[in-house]
């Protein structure tokens, strides 16, 4: 096995940089020394995130899915029903020296970007240790020559004595009110529901910064459908003909560099079993190209048959490139059968069952598109992210950075500083704005430069006289002059036509 070794100068310095320009602290809590897998968004993070997540939602609303919002804590039946409390484990080695404990798969994922270990068995994730050589992080030492699972299920109690799980993903509590569902839907199937919300592991060793954390946020969209209408699927002939990057087992290539294949291919070579979830695997790639993600940094991996869920029927995976940490695992789009609903039925003792096209009770698929927000936000800072000699910039996608405008005076006097607070206040509300009168204007084009600012409104000596100010655009750092009562307008077909700063006049026009 070819492997490749990962440089880990690149993520010293861009975390470095997201914990000064105020996107990402931790881990927290700092004052106490910080805990492993716990992060607080900063206020640019923070914001970068809610423009995600609402692209999201705007992505999962457009193609008829429904948000719902349902509880982060249930009691222990709905887990052992779900086979969490059995099965939801990590594969621990632990230090022969100081006894610290890794998630072997990861610890071998860190360090080899070529390597998918979560399909390993406990022997070969020992032998693949061994072979190479990898050491303890912590001390250097050896491991010990056993691999333990760890249950990554957080355990609470509700009341006095009712024993509860934190969630460990937004999935299996989305499932629970299919009987509502079904009512709401007035009975007709196939429909789609998803949740954005908090999910909670007790994972073994967090690392890879907000990759692994033990509190993150899930996406997670499901659509319920019978198994027949899989292949008759209405929505198929809408993207039969788009092309996605797919890596797959099946296409026998050993460079795991992804192919660009229409869908309808890929369904005629038996890459994707199905229309329905063919329809799935493009919405997942759709979502994230939507976010921001390029074409050339996202590649679809079909899991291996050692990978697949006893219950799948199919899975692949959407994986980024990223700087910091090579390939990583950002998306699952899971045939989940009718497992689900099944196991939940005969926990519980309730018929999940609707009526289908032949009039007969039938218990449907669930068709799952998963993921944690907090992965593809990183990677939009970790791709964007660029540091040269003379400027570092974040060129996050004009439409979701965390600071839209920036009004800056010339100077802080001659009026040119109340001019330019007054054109603020009449942005800010309509734009995300900020208002920068410190220091060189030099020095304020690289701390915007810096937060990821897509525009620049600057009042200048001519402004006084011509009633005009400078707009700069963050990625050419070009400059043109509009007139002031303009820039609210200019801003909005700037932002909604998406057309290049070099048609300003046009839009203007």
Known sequence: MSVKKKDNKFQEQFISFLQQKGFIWGPEPELYGGLAGFYTYAPLGKRLKNNVENRIRSVFQKNDMWEVECPTIMQKEVWQASGHLDNFT?????????????????????????????????????????????KCPVCGSQFIQEIKQHNLMMKTTIGTKIEAYNRPETATTTYLPFIRYVDYFRKKIPFGVFQIGKAYRNEISPRQHVLRMREFTQAEGQMFIFKEQKNN??????????????????????????????????MKKGYLKNQAYAWSVNLAYTLFREIGIPEEYIRLRQHTPGELAFYADDAWDLEIKTNSFGWVECCGIHDRTDYDLTQHAKASGKKLEALDENNEKTVPNILEIAFGTDRPVFALLDITYNQAEDRTVLFVPYNLAPIQVAVLPLVKRDGLDTIAKELFNKLNGKFI????????????????????????????????????????????????????????????NLFSSKKQFEDLGKIIE
């Open 90 to 134: 990590d594969p621990l080695v632990a230090c022969s020296k100081c006894n610290a404990s890794f998630r072997a798969d990861k610890l071998i994922e860190e360090k080899y970007d070529d390597v998918v270990a979560d399909a390993f068995s406990e022997k070969e994730l020992l032998d693949f240790i061994n072979d190479k050589k990898i």
């Open 233 to 266: 699927f209405e929505r198929y002939d809408l993207i039969k003909e788009s092309k996605l990057p797919l890596w797959s087992h099946q296409l026998q290539d050993t460079s795991k560099e992804p192919k660009m294949i229409s869908v309808s291919d890929a």
């Open 433 to 492: 704005a900020y208002y920068d009168e410190g220091g060189s204007v030099g020095r304020r084009y690289a701390r915007m430069d810096e937060k990821g600012t897509p525009y620049i409104i600057t009042t200048d000596t001519d402004t006084l006289t011509d009633n005009s100010v400078t707009i700069r655009d963050r990625n050419s750092t070009k400059q043109i002059r509009i007139q002031l009562e303009d820039v609210p307008d200019v801003l909005d």
